[in-house]
């Protein structure tokens, strides 16, 4: 690993832990992992694998948007159900497709979870659906009985 190499992934480490709180930077990008990135034309990182795995695209935005690994490296790792929106047996199928849940079927989602963040998606059974971004916050995805909750961007079957 380069110094620079080094240098990205522990500024991508911080970014991740502001995003989704703390512990989330190594869950994502694991220092013994072999870690691999893409960079743009200005040398930006842009892609982030892990052994293989797109785990993240890095924004220029700063924010980080998530890939089905990254997701589950990061259902996996952080305590509770931190930025993870629940639905009902209605929708497993389709977000496991790739399509969008919808707010009628969401049953529960992390309180702390705002529109645009990035979400994970899983099933009653605690099974990862997909990834995807938060167009409701926590409280109106509970409430409103229409319209969309999380626009999915990777469902976890078109890995």
């Known amino acids: 690993m380069t ?3 080094a240098t990205d ?25 072999d870690i691999e990135l893409s960079r ?3 040398g930006r990182p842009r892609q982030v694998y892990v052994e293989g795995d797109r785990v993240t695209s890095y924004g220029t935005d700063g924010r980080f948007t998530l890939g089905v690994a990254g997701g589950r ?18 929708s497993v199928p389709f977000v496991r497709d790739g399509k969008n849940a919808f ?3 969401v049953t529960d ?21 997909g990834v995807g971004r938060a167009e409701l916050s926590a409280d109106a995805m509970l409430d409103f009985q229409a319209g969309m909750a999380v626009r999915v961007r990777e469902g976890a079957d078109e890995e």
């Open 73 to 90: 490296r990061l259902y996996d790792s952080l305590d509770g159900d931190a930025y993870v929106v629940r639905v009902g047996d209605e």
């Open 3 to 5: 110094e620079g190499h």
């Open 9 to 33: 992934l522990d500024d991508l480490r911080v970014v991740a832990d502001y995003q989704f709180g703390a512990g989330a930077g190594d869950a994502l990008f694991p220092a013994d992992a």
């Open 40 to 42: 743009s034309r200005s």
């Open 103 to 105: 707010a009628k079927f």
């Open 109 to 129: 989602a992390d309180p702390a979870v705002r529109s645009g963040d990035e979400v994970c998606v899983v099933g009653p059974d605690g099974d990862l659906l």
